[in-house]
């Protein structure tokens, strides 16, 4: 079981980045993904989730309207596109996968509900 990240990198204020997280090793298809970030000495928090059952999303109210997940199937990647970017979305970047049990249990936007996570990858704004 294996999530690799990649897309990461500095951009400016306003500027985008699309991530992409590459799954293997079982079928995420009943899994729910999520993207969730990290900045230095703060909590990881979610930034959006899709049920890959259903394709239903979900995100922060910090990243509404700015950012989406989407996933590829027929190459087991999922992605985020990050639009309007700001000096507050900086922080490593990870990909999850979850158990719909799990999900069903803790919420899709809690990273108790998570089993399955990637290393990570780092977005700085400026």
């Known amino acids: 079981v294996q999530l690799v990240e990649s897309g990461g990198g500095s951009v400016q204020a306003g500027g985008s980045l699309r991530l992409s997280c590459v799954v293997s090793g079982f079928n995420y298809k009943s899994y729910c993904m999520a993207w969730f970030r990290q900045a230095p000495a703060k909590e990881r928090e979610a930034v959006a989730a899709?049920?890959?059952?259903?394709?239903?999303?979900h995100y922060a109210d910090s990243v509404k309207d700015r950012f989406t997940i989407s996933e590829d199937a027929a190459k087991d990647t999922v992605y985020l596109e990050m639009n309007s970017l700001k000096p507050e979305d900086s922080g490593m970047y990870y990909c999850a996968a979850g158990r719909l049990d799990e999900i069903e249990a803790f919420g899709a936007m809690t990273s108790k509900a998570y089993s399955t996570w990637g290393q990570g990858t780092q977005v700085t704004v400026s």
């Open positions: 899709i049920w890959s059952d259903s394709g239903s999303t």
